[in-house]
């Protein structure tokens, strides 16, 4: 098995914090998912150069990091934009009129699923359940939950973003 | 009605360490291990009480329990899973938001009666406040001696990990889960071995869902006894069922196994909104068939009374059906969802979600003709059990059930034969 090396660091307390899981976790190979997620709260994607980093400071091979980024929906070979905007499409949402929003965000940022703005400020990602069904349509803007969304409050929201 | 999971959901900050001790939480884990109660009669109580796996599958949560071999030498460990991605399901979700310190304490009676030093505790990826909450909660749990080295000045240690997915369905089935604890592709292993045997890192595992774990410090407190004599004989307790739709007052609601489907619907929902009828129901989550509102009114909310009725208990994500949807496009939705989350390991799986998906796109672009109706049918009996686990048959139950109930919507929009 090769496995890279890189000069790469992280900050200081991300470092920390994995070097504390490494040492309660069984194998480094399983602080995989941690190290990648410390990567991209603090690159805001996984540049290949990362994700090789992320291959030396686990002891696994660069593909296994690649099959595993690829694998996993929320992991980002590419830079979202500042604000990634991800509409729920799945039953309930869709009953609850998830189509009409899905329009509305389009339509304001002139991008597909899978776009980002050209300023770079918006992305746009259809996704599956995010667990809100009861309090939906739900859109998620990076991490925040926005729950009982109608197309009006979408294009608000959107419009209130810096 | 006996609150036993959403007990403290009304008490203000119910989140927090101080809140959660004068509501009472952390006082069974202490009696466990002050008094002690050997880990074999834990496990004991909880077989007593009957209490079932509330993620789905609804396997005895104490047999599962039992299946864990002591004399291995090698560590045992405990996975929650707080993985909840059913759709239709957002119960977990609200139990960390509101209770998380309950969650925690569960999981470390849990630990205690398996022999387990390290729980890893798998959240999805997507969630933000449940995430914080149960981090939150951990940490100040930690710092109070409660999680960690010396639980409770027991002598006893217990480390809590938090471990955040990434956006994957699949990972809420347990071995797809235990892969990507590893650190791997979410995807699911053939079993057996069953993890109990050889789960997360070649060790003994046990997987349980976080409803589950947060029944077992009222078992601990009032007996396994009182908890059985809940619900109904061969379903035992209390469900929180997660009811979306267009009800007056959707949310979660925690109810005795048993419980009617139309009652939790008119009574605690407040019934249909205006202007909207019911039209069908699907009880247990997406991947369970789905019952017209004749089945609904006779349908009880327990393992049984569903199975009566030919469909599944499940996650018991109730999903509401009102009379304006197209049931055709929403059978489209699942299946692209499913055709989405497969992992790609089994080939019955990984093609045939793709083919129903693409099948059901031209129906509902009303290109379809009669043959691909009989080509769903019969390509669904075809994936069904032909996969390690049950991702497949989770798209199976719906088509065929859609098909079954409400044929005339399908054939509505097909043709006799291929349009010119």
């Known amino acids: ?162 | 009605m006996t609150k036993i999971i959403t007990k403290n959901w009304g008490v203000k900050d119910s989140h927090l360490l101080s809140v959660a001790r004068a509501n009472g939480v952390y006082s069974n884990l202490e009696r466990v291990l002050k008094t002690p109660i050997a880990p074999k009669d834990v496990v004991e109580a909880v077989k007593k009480s009957g209490l079932r796996g509330r993620g789905g599958a609804g396997f005895p949560a104490g047999m599962k329990w039992s299946f864990v071999p002591q004399n291995t030498g090698k560590p045992i460990y405990l996975c929650v899973n707080a993985d909840e991605s059913e759709p239709g399901t957002n119960k977990d979700r609200e139990i960390l938001e509101r209770d998380p310190h309950l969650m925690i304490e569960g999981a470390l009676i849990a630990a205690w009666a398996i022999g387990c030093r390290t729980v890893f505790f798998y959240i999805r990826g997507e969630f933000d406040l449940p995430e914080r909450r149960i981090r939150a909660a951990a940490e100040e749990a930690m710092k109070a001696g409660i999680v960690g080295d010396n639980v409770m000045g027991s002598g006893w240690s217990c480390d809590f990990i938090v471990h955040r997915g990434a956006g994957a369905y699949i990972c809420g089935e347990e071995t797809g889960l235990i892969s990507s604890l590893e650190g791997g592709r979410g995807e699911p292993k053939i079993k057996p071995p069953f993890p109990a045997v050889k789960g997360a890192f070649g060790c003994p595992t046990v997987v349980n869902n976080v409803e589950t774990l947060c029944a077992v410090p009222w078992i601990i407190e009032h007996g396994g006894e009182a908890y059985a004599k809940i619900g109904t004989e061969k379903s035992p307790g209390t469900k929180v069922i997660s009811v979306s739709g267009r009800v007056k007052r959707p949310g979660n609601y925690e109810i005795p196994l048993g419980y009617g489907l139309k009652d939790l619907i008119d009574n605690e929902c407040g019934g249909m909104q205006d202007g909207y009828r019911l039209k069908a129901v699907i009880p247990g989550g997406s991947s369970v068939p789905v019952m017209k509102p004749e089945q609904v009114a006779t349908l009880k909310l327990d393992y049984e009374s569903c199975q009566a009725h030919g469909t599944f208990l499940g996650s018991a994500g109730c999903i509401v059906v009102d009379h304006t949807q197209d049931m055709v496009k929403l059978l489209h939705v699942l299946a692209r969802f499913y055709s989405h989350e497969s992992c790609g390991q089994c080939t019955p799986c990984r093609e045939g979600t793709g083919w129903a998906y693409r099948i059901l796109t031209k129906i509902v672009q009303g290109r379809g003709t009669k043959k691909d109706i009989d080509t769903l049918r019969s390509l669904t009996q075809q994936m069904d059990g032909a996969t390690i686990c049950a991702l497949a048959s989770a798209l199976v139950m719906p088509v065929q059930s859609f098909l079954k109930q409400f044929p005339e919507e399908f054939e509505a929009k097909v043709q006799e034969t291929v349009p010119a």
């Open chain 1, 1 to 162: 098995m090769t496995v890279s090396s890189s000069t790469l660091k992280l900050a200081p307390e991300a470092e920390a914090r994995i070097d504390d899981l490494q040492r309660r976790y069984p194998t480094k190979a399983a602080t995989l998912l941690p190290v990648l997620w410390e990567i991209q709260t603090q690159v805001g994607w996984l540049p290949q150069e990362w994700m090789a980093y992320a291959a030396a400071r686990c002891e696994v091979p660069v593909s296994k990091v690649l099959g595993v980024v690829s694998f996993y929906t929320m992991f980002h070979q590419e830079q979202p934009g500042r604000h990634h905007v991800q509409v729920c499409r799945n039953i309930s949402c869709t009953m609850l009129g998830a189509e009409a929003i899905l329009a509305c965000v389009r339509e304001k940022l002139g991008v597909t699923n899978g776009g980002r703005t050209a300023d770079g400020k918006f992305s746009l990602e259809e996704v599956e359940c995010l667990a809100g069904c009861s309090w939906g349509p739900v859109v998620q803007i990076n991490r925040t939950y926005h729950e009982n969304m109608t197309p009006e409050k979408t294009a608000q929201l959107l419009d209130s973003l810096e």
